[in-house]
């Protein structure tokens, strides 16, 4: 956000006069009922003010731009020897919200769940490393926040809630006249709406899925080192990590000082891999290092992984494909389509087991899945040949019936003459 005059409106606040706060009765706040006669932006706080969550605590205007809230006279009310201070500078921002959020006593008073340490992790965010520079511009507490009307992180209408999220970290990630001095890309918030993080979140409105801040942090925002990246990534992906961990992959990135999981699945743009991406083909991740004859067993690893994914996919695509084929003919599958489940499973886990990259260990789950596609494939086989066996019983039974009913029918008639 840009430091306009409507922004700076919007900000204002200022300095308590003493620590610990006293909340202000809200009925007798002065400063609310003054504002709420100005026109523009002078009433915007006013107006914007009744749904904060400090409103809802019990707090008022005095209990951060300090001054006396009973006063009428306004020259009264923001009389600095009142302790009444003006909007704080974009620089003076953090340190002015620690006032109240870095005292552990004063916040045991509201909400003793709320840590009491964002402004030692904001010092150490790029934001912050910023802005104590005097960079009015890097984002500070009500960069993020919305002055005046705050929200719990909960509210979907918070500029923090996860969904608004990664529209709140695009206003100024996504200007790229705004971002143009610090010279770093702009397109991030359109890489991440197509990832498959991006699409969970903004699309299917899963709350568990990762916004910007589980990867980078909040207030202590930075982007990831390449060291630290499996472990970012692993505390959702934990067995991925591990397997990648152990794997000769590890020591082979670091050497080339190869970022882990970035190196195959992107950053903002991930999207999800599949067996294309596997082997030699032209949309294959690995050939990005490895070539065929290289030396080492990267190509022939991953081909044989390929070949081992593909013939479980295969599998599972007919077995499915042939239940469901024996339960439209009325057959009864229910337990053959719960087994299907458990050769899902092994699918799932035998992706996770590339990052092993070892084909060995991923072709035992192969082999485990393929056995049990072996079997559910087996069933739904004779399934589909007892319903044909049933139709065509049924159908010769009732040529047989026809039959003897004509027959009848005749030796009736016979009988009838005589």
Known sequence: MKPTLAAAAVLLAVWPVSQPLRAQTQAQDQCIACHQEL?????????????????????????????????????????????????PSATDMPRFCDRCHGDANYM???????PVDQLTKYRTSVHGELNAKGDTLAAQCASCHQPHEMRPSNDPTSSIYP????????????NAAYMAPYGI???????????????????????????????????AASPPLEAAIPNVCGNCHAFNAELFAKSPHRDAFEAQELPACETCHGVHAITILTTANLGEGSESVCMNCHEPGDGTRGIEAAVRMQRG????ESGYTRADSLLLE???????????????????????QAHTLVHSF??????????????????????????????AFRRWGLLVSTLIISFVAVLLYLKIRQIEKH
């Open 309 to 312: 994914l593909d013939s479980l």
């Open 326 to 348: 024996a339960e439209r003919k009325g057959m009864y599958v229910d337990e053959a389509k719960f087994t299907l489940k458990d050769a899902r499973q092994s699918i799932i």
């Open 185 to 219: 890309p702009t397109n991030q918030f359109e890489q991440y709406s197509t990832s498959v993080h991006g699409k969970a979140l903004l699309e299917d409105h899963d709350l568990g899925a990762p916004a910007c801040n589980d990867c980078h942090g909040n207030h």
């Open 358 to 387: 070892d084909d060995s260990t991923l072709h035992v789950k192969v082999d485990s899945g393929m056995a049990i596609l072996a079997s559910v494939t087996e069933t739904a086989e004779a399934k589909v040949a007892e319903s």
């Open 163 to 174: 969904l608004n999220l990664p529209h709140t970290c695009a206003k100024c990630h996504g």
């Open 108 to 114: 045991k008073l509201y909400n003793p769940g709320l």
């Open 39 to 87: 026109d523009g932006e002078l009433a915007e706080p006013a107006k914007k003010f009744k749904d904060d969550v400090h409103a809802h605590a019990g707090l008022g205007c005095a209990d951060c731009h300090g001054g006396d809230p009973k006063a009428e006279d306004a020259d009264a009310s923001m009389s600095k020897a009142r302790g009444f201070v003006g909007r």
